[in-house]
Every structure is written in C-alpha cells, then in structure tokens.
C-alpha cells in the first residue's frame, strides 16, 4: 500500500512524465500473477499506461501525441520498436523543470532522437548452478547526436518483497529489492556500462557501428548470466528489462555553463555573482545587452528542486538590474542560478557553505 502511494505522488507531482518500456518475467506462473508482463508509458500531460501479459508472452502499447512504444517477452511475443517524434518527448520516465531548463534549444522539427529495439528469449531460472540467465539478447539503439539526451538500457534481478499470496504480485522495482543491474548508457560520447558482473566481453557484445551525427550500437550474442546467492529461492526473484531515455541534464548544465561565460565575455550580457561561496547573503547583477524582454530569474538545488523565485519583470536593453537574495534560510551546498532573459538561458553554480 505504502509503494503504491508513493507512485501516486510520483505521477500526479512529477512535471512530466515521458514514455518508455519495460518487461518483467518471474519463474513460477501462478493464477494471481503474470509470469510475463510488459508496460509502456507516453507523455500524454497525465500519465498514461497499457499493460497486458499472460504465462505465455507479454505485448504492451501505447500510442498518443508525442510518442509511441511497444514491447514483448517470450517465445510468442511481437516486437516492436520505440521512437519519438518530437525534440522535446524523451523515452524517459520524470523529466523536472530543471531538465527542461538545460535541454538544448530547438525548433519542433518532427525527428526521431532516440529508439531502441531490443529483445530477448525467455530467462532461465536455472537450479543446477543456482543463477538466472537472460540469453540470446540482440537488438539496437539509436541516438542522434547532440541533442541534449541519453538512451538507457538496464538488466535487472530482483527480489519482490512485497507480494501478497493468492491476491497480489509486486511490480514495482525498488532499489532496496535489486540483487544485480547492468545497465548500459549511450551517450554522444559512446557507451558506458555499469554493474558488478560487466566484463569486457559483455562489452564486446555492443557495437558501435555508425558514428557521425548518431551513435548507433547494435546487440548479437548477448547472454548474462547472475548467479544467486544459495540462500535466496529462485522462486522468489524476477527478471527486468528496462529501456528508457532523458535528457542527459548533467552534461547539458556543462555546456550552458561555458555558453553563459563565452556570452559575458563577447559583452553580450553582464552576469555578475557574490559573494561566491557564500553563508548567506548574494548580490546578482545582470543586464541584457542584446535585446530587451522579460526576464525571469530563479534558483534550483542540485536535486531539481526550485528554492527560490528571484525576479520576473521586463528589463530595458543595457540596463543593469542589481538584486541582493537572502539565502540564509537554505541548507548547504550547490545551487544553480538560472535565468531567463527574452529567450536566452544562462545559469551559473553557487556554494552556499
């Protein structure tokens, strides 16, 4: 009850929620569980899902405005790819007004930025060597280049520990509950891997075979095995293939960070912070030397979360506004100062010690 709460706050609260897919499997078929289920997820302003799955395979859809997705498990399933069509709809699942905030600024060009197709036969819960074996994995994925995203794919083994007999079965994955992940990130700089049991041949097993303006991987002869502690049941634990995307804000608030100083330095704009650190007063002072508009002013912690709204008003062209923001009430750490001026974006960091 408590997981399915938290859900709820999730996607009631969360800004967005964007599309993407998973699939999960469990051992034993039994009348109150899917042995097979599958989920697909699209921005739609509300959530919006469809599921289906029986102990055969498992098939989900989902197809409005800005995206589309489907997905399949078992000997009997039909797979088909994910895709978007918009700049602005990732395979993600939560994006925050502070993703949004560093995504790169684009047109609405209808392009697919990132897809995926993956599939796999069914797991084998195999007892003799007391592991779980998700084999002949093949597929690929598709990122187009400098758009501000990335594409994620996650192999998971869990433990469910909050089925109920004969009534309910666990399908939310929570980290407390997984015993192994691979996951395998793409990137504009390639691939990057994460998880105990990665080896070099695991990694061998994705290539990249395009380059250019997209990083193109393709999947074949893909097996993982992971073994299971001997004091955990087979019959308790599932299998998770995840696939998702969304905006990669880390590196995007890395390149507006340079944008931002190259801008102050051509004297397009005056964007002056301090004391910096700081324990509890700063002074912002900032003028736009290109135009004239609107300019809204705010500050996010690292976590996305907004602290504090600075300023929204019109600011003449070349006029210099001088702000001095009390941040004695926040706790420490780092901050972003964001600002939008008639449609350019800068932010610098500050540390509030």
């Given amino acids: 009850m408590k997981k399915l709460i938290s859900i709820f706050f999730v996607l009631v609260f969360s800004s967005s929620i964007y599309a993407g897919w998973s699939t999960s499997e469990r051992k034993n078929?039994?009348?109150?569980?899917?042995?097979?289920?599958?989920?697909?997820?699209?921005?739609?302003?509300?959530?919006?899902?469809?599921?289906?799955?029986?102990?055969?395979?498992?098939?989900?859809?989902?197809?409005?405005?800005?995206?589309?997705?489907?997905?399949?498990?078992?000997?009997?399933?039909?797979?088909?790819?994910?895709?978007?069509?918009?700049?602005?709809?990732?395979?993600?699942?939560?994006?925050?007004?502070?993703?949004?905030?560093?995504?790169?600024?684009?047109?609405?060009?209808?392009?697919?930025?990132?897809?995926?197709?993956?599939?796999?036969?069914?797991?084998?819960?195999?007892?003799?060597?007391?592991?779980?074996?998700?084999?002949?994995?093949?597929?690929?994925?598709?990122?187009?280049?400098?758009?501000?995203?990335?594409?994620?794919?996650?192999?998971?083994?869990?433990?469910?520990?909050?089925?109920?007999?004969?009534?309910v079965e666990d399908e939310t994955m929570d980290d407390s509950e997984i015993l192994h992940q691979i996951t395998v990130k793409v990137t504009d700089e390639g691939l990057i891997f994460k998880g105990e049991l990665v080896t070099e041949d695991i990694k061998s097993k994705f290539n990249v075979v395009k380059t250019g303006d997209e990083i193109y991987v393709e999947i074949s002869d893909l097996s993982l095995k992971f073994p299971i502690d001997e004091n955990i049941s087979l019959d308790d634990l599932a299998v998770q293939i995840e696939g998702d995307g969304a905006p990669d804000t880390k590196a995007n608030a890395s390149k507006m960070s340079h944008n931002t100083e190259m801008a102050i330095a051509n004297n397009e704009?005056?964007?002056?912070?301090?004391?910096?650190?700081?324990?509890?007063?700063?002074?912002?002072?900032?003028?736009?030397?290109?135009?004239?508009?609107?300019?809204?002013?705010?500050?996010?912690?690292?976590?996305?979360?907004?602290?504090?709204?600075?300023?929204?008003?019109?600011?003449?062209?070349?006029?210099?506004?001088?702000?001095?923001?009390?941040?004695?009430s926040l706790p420490k750490g780092e901050y972003f100062i964001l600002i939008d001026s008639n449609g350019k974006r800068l932010s610098k960091k500050i540390i509030k010690d």
């Fill in 29 to 167: 078929c039994k009348w109150w569980n899917k042995k097979y289920h599958a989920t697909a997820r699209v921005f739609t302003g509300l959530f919006a899902s469809q599921t289906t799955g029986n102990c055969g395979y498992a098939y989900a859809e989902k197809i409005k405005n800005c995206a589309w997705q489907k997905a399949s498990r078992g000997d009997n399933g039909v797979w088909a790819q994910g895709g978007v069509n918009k700049r602005i709809c990732s395979r993600g699942e939560v994006i925050t007004l502070l993703d949004e905030f560093f995504l790169p600024q684009t047109d609405e060009t209808e392009e697919i930025i990132e897809e995926s197709e993956i599939k796999a036969a069914p797991s084998i819960f195999d007892e003799a060597s007391h592991s779980v074996i998700i084999p002949n994995i093949t597929g690929k994925i598709r990122l187009k280049k400098d758009n501000g995203f990335y594409s994620d794919l996650r192999f998971s083994i869990w433990k469910p520990t909050d089925d109920t007999v004969n009534f």
């Fill in 269 to 328: 704009y005056k964007f002056n912070v301090y004391p910096n650190p700081t324990s509890d007063f700063i002074n912002i002072e900032f003028s736009n030397n290109l135009s004239e508009g609107n300019t809204n002013i705010q500050i996010y912690n690292f976590s996305g979360k907004k602290v504090k709204d600075v300023y929204n008003d019109q600011i003449n062209r070349g006029n210099l506004k001088s702000l001095k923001i009390d941040l004695s």
